[in-house]
Every structure is written in C-alpha cells, then in structure tokens.
T-cell receptor, first 112, second 113 residues
Framework: SQTIHQWPATLVQPVGSPLSLECTVEGTSNPNLYWYRQAAGRGLQLLFYSVGIGQISSEVPQNLSASRPQDRQFILSSKKLLLSDSGFYLC???????????FGNGTRLTVT | SQQGEEDPQALSIQEGENATMNCSYKTSINNLQWYRQNSGRGLVHLILIRSNEREKHSGRLRVTLDTSKKSSSLLITASRAADTASYFCATFSITSGTYKYIFGTGTRLKVLA
C-alpha cells in the first residue's frame, strides 16, 4: 500500500538556523510531490511541487527551497530561518493517475 | 491569491444534526475534493467530484458542485461527535502540464454530544 512518512513531528529552531524537513513515499513510483504550509487556524498554502527527480516548481517566493534527490524523497530546506517561517508543514503525494492527495502527519515548526 | 473561500469559518451543531459547508473557487477545475483534518494532523481525503458531475454521495457525505457558480457544498448528515474536525475543499486543475491542488480556507466543525 502507498504510505508517506514525514519527520520530525515537531521542531523548535532559533532564528537564523538552517532547516531540513524530509518526506519519503512508499508503495508507488514517480509520484507527484507537494509541500504545503498551514498557518495556525488557516488554510493550506502550496509552497513547492515536483513531478520528477530534480524538477521543482515554486509557487510563492519564500525563504525556503525544495529538492527531490530521489524519486520518492522530497526535502524542504532553509539556510536561515525567519520568525515568519513558523507553521505547520505538510508533505503530500499523488500517484501517477493524479488521484487525491495523501498527506503526511506534518511537522510543527516553531522559530524562536 | 488563488485560494478558495469556505463558509462558514466555524460551525457548531448538536449531535444528530446536519452540517453544511460551502466552498467557492476562482479558476476552471478538473475536479473538486473535500478533505478532513483533525487537530494537529495531516489531511485525509473524503470525497472527489469531477467537473462534469453535479452531486455525489459517500455514506453520510453528500457533495454538490455548480461549475457555473464556481461553488461546492459538503453536507454531513446525522453528525457525530467524532465528526469534529476542520474540513477543506481543494480544487484540482491541469494548466500547461502542471497539476495543482488549491485549498480553501477551511470550516472548523464542532459537534456537541
């Protein structure tokens, strides 16, 4: 079966520190991968999506970047975190038939 | 912003009552989906309705879609305390070979036992 793993579940980082959030998918090949951010009590903002290895599309200019070094691995990074980067980060994927999104359990990032 | 709007933002009902949530969007779509999010967790897909469909049912869920008005509604019948969660609509569209899921702002539903 198709599964998605996202870690860590929670993270507290000081301003100016780097960030690396990882997401891996199992049970499917060549998934479309997505990073969303959710502010407290708000909807989801699409940050990045990828349709293949090394192919990254950015939706909103951010202090963030994404990479896809392997088919089923998606990484969200920052060189220097800002207070405004705090939020709930969700990774998601769809199979090759563009079925509904399957979400990871999210990472709660607090930048202090 | 491409983000859709949902109303109400929050809804509180008694167990056994029906809950209706509405979603409006801005662009042409291939399908529209509804998701549920329990507090602090990822979203879970509930139901999908294609752009050429007007109504769809799944268990206690009923979804309608009006593409002329760019709107959709989600009805949960005979609500239970366990239905307490946030509900989001998401539009799916294919534009210039890219696949996008754009989420609404969500409705926070509280079902009182």
């Amino acid at each position: 079966s198709q599964t998605i793993h996202q870690w860590p579940a929670t993270l507290v980082q000081p301003v100016g520190s780097p960030l690396s959030l990882e997401c891996t998918v199992e049970g499917t090949s060549n998934p479309n991968l997505y990073w969303y951010r959710q502010a407290a009590g708000r909807g989801l903002q699409l940050l990045f999506y990828s349709v293949g290895i090394g192919q990254i599309s950015s939706e909103v200019p951010q202090n963030l970047s994404a990479s896809r070094p392997q088919d089923r691995q998606f990484i969200l990074s920052s060189k220097k975190l800002l207070l405004s980067d705090s939020g709930f980060y969700l990774c998601a994927f769809t199979g090759v038939d563009n079925s509904p999104l399957h979400f990871g359990n999210g990472t709660r990032l607090t930048v202090t | 912003s491409q983000q859709g709007e949902e109303d109400p933002q929050a809804l509180s009902i008694q167990e056994g009552e029906n809950a209706t949530m509405n979603c409006s969007y801005k662009t042409s779509i291939n399908n529209l989906q509804w998701y549920r999010q329990n507090s602090g967790r990822g979203l879970v897909h509930l139901i999908l309705i294609r752009s050429n469909e007007r109504e769809k049912h799944s268990g206690r869920l009923r979804v309608t879609l009006d593409t002329s008005k760019k709107s959709s509604s989600l009805l949960i019948t005979a609500s239970r305390a366990a239905d307490t969660a946030s509900y989001f609509c998401a539009t799916f569209s294919i534009t210039s070979g890219t696949y996008k899921y754009i989420f609404g702002t969500g409705t926070r539903l509280k079902v009182l036992a």
